[in-house]
């Protein structure tokens, strides 16, 4: 049978490949473009489970808000070049809009949320894999609600916060985000520190202190100065506010009668242990497998 131009055109729009695959799949099936169509899934699936064992660290972090109510999601990609590829990036923007929709941030049920016209999430990211030759994976998300404001800041696409108020406006709350993406903070107060953590700073100070000679008494006013110190570096209220280091997070939403109700930060790749590759390296190894091959 021979295959049309306007029948590889209609199998592009209903898979998103790529014209030579879409005419090969279309030979294979004599012309049915509903078993063209399969054999593509069936062989972009093989190919996610191909890829599926690839470290996936790099990619985008996205947010989007509707009204009272914030998503911030974490798609990844092997490298950078496929972050920026644009259907990578309406991946990733489809996916938050499908979590903020849903109301879920399950990432097994994201992946059977409904996306362009009734593709699945899982069906998009599968095609996506196939498409750019990487490894793409839904990471996380978290959906924020109820609050009297709202504020959220990107950096690039590698970093994003989301902050809510009780309190405040929601020009506070981006300032505040804006923060958060660029400190890092543990937690909002002291009341949200680990114990544990706590413990072993004091535990570190006080053998640090000891080592000085001073009396027990002066140690203690050591340590207690140095934890202190720590929970102002560590936490939200205690830092010096990047937009004016003159005053803490803390002053600053205390002049606003305004308090941190929550503050979600993520950072892509992070926690992901991502293997370090010698270009060099890679490079000699394989101009040494074709030496072994000649």
């Known amino acids: 049978m021979s295959i049309t131009a306007s029948m590889v055109k209609d199998l592009r729009e209903r898979t998103g490949a790529g014209m030579m695959e879409c005419k090969r799949a279309l030979v294979e099936s004599d012309g049915d473009l509903d078993a063209a169509a399969e054999a593509m899934r069936t062989s972009g699936q093989a190919k996610a489970d191909k890829k599926a064992g690839r470290v996936a660290a790099d990619g985008k972090v996205v947010i989007i808000r509707d009204g009272d109510r914030a998503v911030i999601v974490e798609v990844n990609s092997e490298t950078d070049f496929v972050a920026k590829d644009e259907n990578f990036v309406a991946f990733a923007d489809a996916v938050a809009v499908a979590a903020l929709e849903s109301g879920t941030t399950e990432v097994s049920a994201i992946a059977g949320q409904s996306i362009d016209g009734g593709?699945?999430?899982?069906?998009?990211?599968?095609?996506?894999?196939?498409?750019?030759?990487?490894?793409?994976?839904?990471?996380?998300?978290s959906i924020v609600d109820k609050?009297?404001?709202?504020?959220?800041?990107?950096?690039?696409?590698?970093?994003?916060?989301?902050?809510?108020?009780?309190?405040?406006?929601?020009?506070?709350?981006?300032?505040?985000?804006?923060?958060?993406?660029?400190?890092?903070?543990?937690c909002i107060d002291e009341s949200g520190v680990p114990a544990e953590t706590l413990e072993t700073e004091r535990r570190i100070f006080s053998e640090q202190a000891a080592d000085s000679g001073k009396p027990p008494e002066i140690i203690e006013k050591m340590v207690t100065g140095r934890v202190a110190k720590f929970l102002k570096e560590i936490t939200l209220v205690g830092q010096p506010f990047v937009k004016d280091p003159d005053q803490t997070v803390g002053k600053l939403l205390g002049a606003a009668g305004a308090s941190v109700k929550s503050f979600i930060r993520y950072e892509v790749g992070e926690g992901i242990e991502k293997k370090e590759e010698n270009f060099a390296d890679e490079v000699m190894k394989q101009i040494e497998d074709a030496k072994k091959a000649d």
């Open 119 to 141: 593709k699945s999430v899982e069906e998009a990211r599968t095609e996506l894999i196939a498409k750019v030759g990487e490894n793409i994976s839904v990471r996380r998300a």
């Open 147 to 186: 609050a009297d404001s709202i504020g959220f800041y990107t950096h690039g696409a590698r970093i994003g916060a989301i902050v809510t108020l009780e309190g405040g406006d929601d020009d506070l709350a981006r300032d505040i985000a804006m923060h958060v993406a660029a400190t890092n903070p543990v």
